[in-house]
């Protein structure tokens, strides 16, 4: 069984780097950068959600979180990686109070959905509202609807006036996408994932075998929120402005379509479905013929329609079906036919 | 004398205006095996919710091994190594049996030693056929063995089960009597039944409820040529 995972996880690793390296010769790594930032978020929301079975409608506050705690951060610090490591941490305990309150006080999906969505709210009416003087960390003014630009942009770790941009800004969001990715793999191949995935199923069934379902909710929200935070991060190096667009709602709604369209309970399936629908936004704003978030509501309603689980586990059961085991099909129907037999006899 | 298990004092447990037990004192003995019989509505279910920390009872006091556990989560009362079923088969449905019982067993010993457990479980109950297999897709009568099967996993030394043959054919009760004979060597085992039949078949103590409260507490011969109970299962004035 491992030996099979080793080779699994080399061929993905392989398959990362021919596409790292193959990507920039169709897309610009400008546009690409902001892909692979939009597939980690994805993948936050992908693994507290599809594995985890926990609907959050405000993943966009971690993001946003991690984007002005960078900014802020970078501005009073004066170079990255310190901004860096806040801006995992700080969106991360924030998820874990929130997430204690929740799961703690046996909130149920709905409330919940509606509590992450308030918050998102919240902070997006907050930090638009944050435009006068009065409003200040440190050094750095909040700027209200403005937002926060001129902020310290990624350089490398000890060497604040050696800037990472353009090309090598893709290249490092490229690696830390695949870093992540690697990371959720590993956590739910772990106890704590099959556990997680357990809870997803079945949680009183979790809770009378002895967990405390509430505390690995608690944590695992935590972990999709330093991943979202992550991404919030890079965004923000990405962009060189934060604004409290970042919170809006509509971001929210984008991240769940991303993982519905490309297929919850899959690793690979929200990072294709947020690369791709936002490569599609993307090239449909540069024309101005048709309104783009009417073309984004019919993909989803046709998606939910036709195809509810995703892309991904539609693509992976057409593959098992036309390539997979054709020997071990043929025989479990023999087999069948033998029983019917039998049973006639 | 064995130790007590499981012990309830002044239990009571009220909805609104509703009294679905009332006052009961009940008490097991290591290794026992006590059914708990009644009518519907008799306040069985309640009573058991009331143990395993699905609800809180409104007063009275549940001990195991002398630790008192009244109002604890039913995660802590697990974690104690007690065994729950419910009425309703709570079962990960998206996972295949082999993860399932691995779950189960995980939360007592490492992962490895997890999966060892669940292949030993597998064999022990049968279930070599579907270990592969999604719970989802298996029958009624299977999924409750394998429910079981999570429950012996954790190795309880009290098991409570609430209505383990319900819906199942004859084969799968024999099966059933057999496990649950099985567990009694160990653990100390309460059932919440309606079948007669399976309770004969086990042939056991059996307390009585009605109404709530304690009927009467006896063997499962004497509990069935009472008088008494046989009006109160019949619906007759006694």
Same mark, same amino acid.
């Given at each position: 069984?491992?030996?099979?995972?080793?080779?699994?996880?080399?061929?993905?690793?392989?398959?990362? $780097?021919?596409?790292?390296? =193959?990507?920039?010769?169709?897309?610009?790594?400008?546009?690409?950068?902001?892909?692979? $930032?939009? +597939?980690?978020?994805?993948?936050?929301?992908?693994?507290?959600?599809?594995?985890?079975?926990?609907?959050?409608?405000?993943?966009?506050?971690?993001?946003?979180? +991690?984007?002005?705690?960078?900014?802020?951060?970078?501005?009073?610090?004066?170079?990255?990686?310190?901004?860096?490591?806040?801006?995992?941490?700080?969106?991360?305990?924030?998820?874990?109070?929130?997430?204690?309150?929740?799961?703690? +006080?046996?909130?149920?999906?709905?409330?919940?959905?509606?509590?992450?969505?308030?918050?998102?709210?919240?902070?997006?009416?907050?930090?638009?509202?944050?435009?006068?003087?009065?409003?200040?960390?440190?050094?750095?003014?909040?700027?209200?609807?403005?937002?926060?630009?001129?902020?310290?942009?990624?350089?490398?770790?000890?060497?604040?006036?050696?800037?990472?941009?353009?090309?090598?800004?893709?290249?490092?969001?490229?690696?830390?996408?695949?870093?992540?990715?690697?990371?959720?793999?590993?956590?739910?191949?772990?106890?704590?994932?099959?556990?997680?995935?357990?809870?997803?199923?079945?949680?009183?069934?979790?809770?009378?075998?002895?967990?405390?379902?509430?505390?690995?909710?608690?944590?695992? /929200?935590?972990?999709?929120?330093?991943?979202?935070?992550?991404?919030?991060?890079? /965004?923000?190096?990405?962009?060189?402005?934060?604004?409290?667009?970042? /919170?809006?709602?509509?971001?929210?709604?984008?991240?769940?379509?991303?993982?519905?369209?490309?297929?919850?309970?899959?690793? =690979?399936?929200?990072? $294709?479905?947020?690369?791709?629908?936002?490569?599609?936004?993307?090239?449909?704003?540069?024309?101005?013929?048709?309104?783009?978030?009417?073309?984004?509501?019919?993909?989803?309603?046709?998606?939910?329609?036709?195809?509810?689980?995703?892309?991904?586990?539609?693509?992976?059961?057409?593959?098992?079906?036309?390539?997979?085991?054709?020997?071990?099909?043929?025989?479990?129907?023999?087999?069948?036919?033998?029983?019917?037999?039998?049973?006639?006899? | 004398?064995?130790?007590?298990?499981?012990?309830?004092?002044?239990?009571?447990?009220?909805?609104?205006?509703?009294?679905?037990?009332?006052?009961?004192?009940?008490?097991?003995?290591?290794?026992?095996?006590?059914?708990?019989?009644?009518?519907?509505?008799?306040?069985?279910?309640?009573?058991?919710?009331?143990?395993?920390?699905?609800?809180?009872?409104?007063?009275?006091?549940?001990?195991?091994?002398?630790?008192?556990?009244?109002?604890?989560?039913?995660?802590?009362?697990?974690?104690?190594?007690?065994?729950?079923?419910?009425?309703?088969?709570?079962? *990960?449905?998206?996972?295949?049996?082999?993860?399932?019982?691995?779950?189960?067993?995980?939360?007592? *010993?490492?992962?490895?030693?997890?999966?060892?457990?669940?292949?030993?479980?597998?064999?022990?109950?049968?279930?070599?056929?579907?270990?592969?297999?999604?719970?989802?897709?298996?029958?009624?009568?299977?999924?409750?063995?394998?429910?079981?099967?999570?429950?012996?996993?954790?190795?309880?030394?009290?098991?409570?089960?609430?209505?383990? !043959?319900?819906?199942?054919?004859?084969? &799968?009760? &024999?099966?059933?009597? !057999?496990?649950?004979?099985? *567990?009694?060597?160990?653990?100390?085992?309460? @059932?919440?039944?309606?079948?007669?039949?399976? @309770?004969?078949?086990?042939?056991?103590?059996?307390?009585?409820?009605?109404?709530?409260? @304690?009927?009467?507490? &006896?063997?499962?011969?004497?509990?069935?040529?009472?008088?008494?109970?046989?009006?109160?299962?019949?619906?007759?004035?006694?």
């Amino acid at each position: 069984m491992s030996r099979s995972w080793g080779r699994q996880d080399a061929a993905t690793i392989v398959a990362a $780097i021919v596409l790292i390296w =193959l990507m920039p010769l169709l897309i610009s790594t400008y546009t690409l950068t902001v892909l692979v $930032i939009y +597939g980690m978020l994805a993948l936050s929301l992908g693994l507290i959600w599809g594995f985890g079975g926990i609907l959050c409608f405000g993943q966009a506050a971690f993001f946003g979180l +991690g984007a002005y705690t960078y900014a802020i951060a970078a501005i009073n610090v004066g170079e990255s990686t310190l901004p860096m490591i806040l801006a995992v941490f700080v969106p991360a305990l924030f998820a874990a109070l929130l997430g204690a309150m929740m799961f703690y +006080g046996r909130l149920t999906d709905v409330y919940l959905g509606v509590i992450t969505l308030v918050v998102t709210l919240i902070l997006f009416k907050f930090v638009n509202s944050s435009a006068g003087p009065q409003y200040v960390i440190g050094e750095a003014r909040l700027g209200g609807f403005n937002g926060i630009p001129g902020f310290h942009t990624l350089n490398i770790p000890g060497q604040p006036d050696e800037y990472i941009w353009g090309d090598a800004l893709y290249y490092v969001c490229a690696v830390a996408l695949l870093a992540v990715y690697f990371l959720v793999t590993w956590l739910l191949r772990s106890s704590f994932g099959r556990i997680a995935i357990g809870i997803r199923e079945n949680e009183t069934r979790v809770s009378l075998m002895g967990y405390d379902v509430r505390a690995r909710k608690t944590i695992l /929200f935590a972990i999709g929120a330093a991943i979202a935070g992550l991404a919030g991060a890079l /965004f923000a190096n990405w962009g060189e402005i934060v604004t409290p667009g970042l /919170f809006s709602l509509g971001q929210s709604a984008e991240i769940i379509i991303w993982c519905i369209v490309g297929g919850l309970g899959t690793r =690979l399936g929200p990072i $294709i479905g947020a690369a791709g629908l936002a490569y599609l936004k993307f090239l449909l704003g540069q024309q101005s013929l048709i309104d783009n978030t009417l073309i984004m509501g019919i993909i989803l309603v046709l998606f939910v329609l036709f195809l509810p689980k995703g892309i991904v586990p539609a693509v992976a059961s057409l593959w098992k079906a036309s390539f997979g085991r054709r020997s071990g099909r043929k025989s479990a129907r023999r087999r069948h036919m033998r029983r019917v037999d039998s049973a006639n006899g | 004398m064995a130790e007590t298990v499981l012990e309830t004092t002044g239990l009571t447990m009220r909805f609104g205006g509703v009294v679905a037990t009332d006052n009961v004192n009940f008490s097991l003995k290591a290794r026992e095996l006590r059914c708990l019989i009644g009518p519907n509505g008799a306040g069985k279910s309640t009573f058991f919710k009331c143990i395993t920390g699905l609800l809180t009872p409104s007063e009275g006091q549940v001990f195991m091994r002398n630790q008192e556990t009244t109002g604890w989560h039913p995660h802590e009362v697990a974690s104690l190594g007690v065994g729950i079923k419910t009425q309703v088969p709570n079962v *990960m449905d998206g996972l295949t049996v082999v993860e399932n019982i691995w779950m189960a067993a995980r939360r007592f *010993m490492p992962s490895k030693e997890a999966s060892d457990k669940a292949q030993d479980v597998i064999e022990r109950l049968a279930l070599g056929s579907i270990a592969k297999a999604e719970l989802g897709r298996l029958a009624h009568g299977e999924r409750q063995r394998v429910e079981l099967g999570l429950v012996v996993a954790a190795d309880p030394w009290l098991v409570l089960l609430d209505e383990p !043959a319900a819906g199942m054919t004859a084969g &799968d009760v &024999d099966r059933m009597s !057999a496990i649950i004979d099985e *567990m009694t060597r160990t653990a100390a085992v309460v @059932i919440v039944e309606h079948d007669m039949q399976f @309770i004969r078949s086990i042939a056991s103590t059996v307390t009585v409820f009605h109404q709530g409260a @304690i009927l009467m507490e &006896d063997h499962v011969d004497k509990v069935m040529a009472d008088p008494i109970v046989r009006n109160v299962y019949l619906g007759k004035k006694a």
